[in-house]
């Protein structure tokens, strides 16, 4: 497939549209054959990147144990069908129907637990307690202060750790 460009569609953080996006597919490292989307606005700077993997090797667990701030840049493969817990923080994010696989780091893996659990409006004092020491947990773990594991289950067994500071 050769890459295709979509032009002047509406950014979707700053609503003009000059957003652009191309489409490729590709092989990746750990997601095999994939199909990657990177969208890019020239007015506001905002980029964003799906990969959406076409492969199934079969469930696979994987875990990692980041007990070194290093271990926060190292890059996290997520398939579409993976879930991904932090059992020490009692987080956990399970793949909606129309979620996309992403590739980022695990300081950037936080960053998205951190933003789901401010979405939690709070229903309770318990749950407010909740989700507030759920906050700090993540914000402790960003700064290197708190050891916490990783899980990344993947019932089509694509997603992967990459360490950047092992392949140097
Ligand atoms: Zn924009």
Do not use: W
Not at 9 to 25: D, F, Q, S, Y
Not at 29 to 42: W, Y
């Amino acid at each position: 497939m050769e890459p295709q460009v979509i032009e002047n569609a509406v950014c979707p953080a700053c609503g003009k549209k000059t957003l652009r996006t191309v489409i490729m597919e590709k092989e990746l490292p750990h997601f095999g054959h994939a199909v990657i989307m990177t969208s890019k606005c020239s007015s506001c700077g905002y980029t964003h990147t799906d990969v959406i993997e076409l492969e199934d090797r079969g469930h696979k667990k994987l875990r990692i144990v980041v007990d070194d701030p290093k271990r926060l840049n190292d890059l996290v493969v997520r398939s579409s069908s993976a879930s991904l817990r932090i059992p020490e923080f009692d987080l956990e994010m399970h793949p909606g129907p129309f979620s996309n696989g992403f590739i980022t780091t695990v300081e950037g893996v936080l960053d998205r637990f951190e933003s789901a659990a401010k979405k939690i409006v709070p229903e309770s004092d318990d749950e407010r307690k909740a989700r507030d020491e759920a906050l700090k947990e993540i914000r402790d773990a960003k700064e290197g202060k708190k050891k916490f594991t990783l899980e990344i289950d993947d019932p089509r067994g694509v997603s992967g750790i990459i360490s950047l500071d092992d392949e140097a």
